[in-house]
């Protein structure tokens, strides 16, 4: 069963310091999603791509937040300078372009700032 | 934008019984409304969603209804097992999905045995 690959799974790292998450969606998904999950609450919406172009940017904190997907295949975003309330889970997923499409997620990367 | 509740943040059933997880959102042009499943350490996994062209879909021990009048939608677990325990998300967005989901809280469901 294809899924969404992320890495790494986990990273810990002091702030000020710059960090990257990488996403490989399934194959065939134009549509890719970035969101945060802090600890015990549900995810939120962070930066949509339909192949390599944002959809939907308004909740990225653009001054330290950015992400690309250059090839409209896969994605990173990075963190420059990361804070302590950027400790989280990042998570990525994907769906197939246009409406009545699910959306499958990855495993995550639990971001740990100190 | 969008505002999901959900209700309750912690339910605690005896395996076997059933359990109800409800949600209510905010903005009436939402017309999509999957539920997740997220044990510990991974992503969420899809378990049932549901269009608003419909009012009640079922899978095997699963299913989900939508009041649109409303604004309201819940989660129906039947013959729980221990395996059923885990955070549930509701969710909603317009555009059939395509847009970026909006997540409730959750629900951390609770079997005992």
């Known amino acids: 069963e294809a899924e969404v690959a992320q890495s790494p799974r986990y990273k810990i790292t002091e702030k000020s310091q710059a960090v990257a998450f990488w996403c490989d969606p399934i194959?065939?998904?134009?549509?890719l999603y970035w969101y945060r999950q802090i600890l015990g609450q549900g995810p939120e919406l962070l930066v949509q791509f339909q192949d390599e172009s944002v959809v939907d940017d308004s909740q990225l904190p653009k001054d330290r937040f950015s992400a690309e997907r250059l090839k409209g295949v896969d994605s990173t975003l990075k963190i420059q300078p990361a804070e302590l309330g950027d400790s989280a889970m990042y998570l990525c997923a994907s769906s197939l372009p246009g409406s009545q499409r699910e959306q499958y997620f990855g495993p995550g990367t639990r971001l740990t700032v100190t | 934008g969008e505002n999901v509740e959900q209700h309750p943040s912690t339910l605690s059933v005896q395996e076997g019984d059933s359990a109800v997880i409800k949600c209510t959102y905010s903005?009436?042009?939402?017309?999509?409304f999957p539920w997740y499943k997220q044990e510990l350490g991974k992503g969420p996994q899809l378990i049932i969603d549901?269009?608003?062209?419909?009012g009640e879909k079922k899978d095997q021990r699963i299913a989900v209804t939508l009041n649109k009048t409303a604004k309201h939608f819940s989660l129906h677990i039947t013959e729980t097992q221990p395996e059923d325990s885990a955070v549930y998300f509701c969710a909603a967005s317009k555009g059939g999905g395509a847009d970026g989901l909006t997540f409730g809280k959750g629900t951390h469901l609770i079997i005992q045995p």
């Open positions: 549901i269009r608003s062209n419909v």
């Open positions: 903005d009436s042009a939402s017309n999509y």
């Open positions: 194959s065939g998904h134009a549509t």
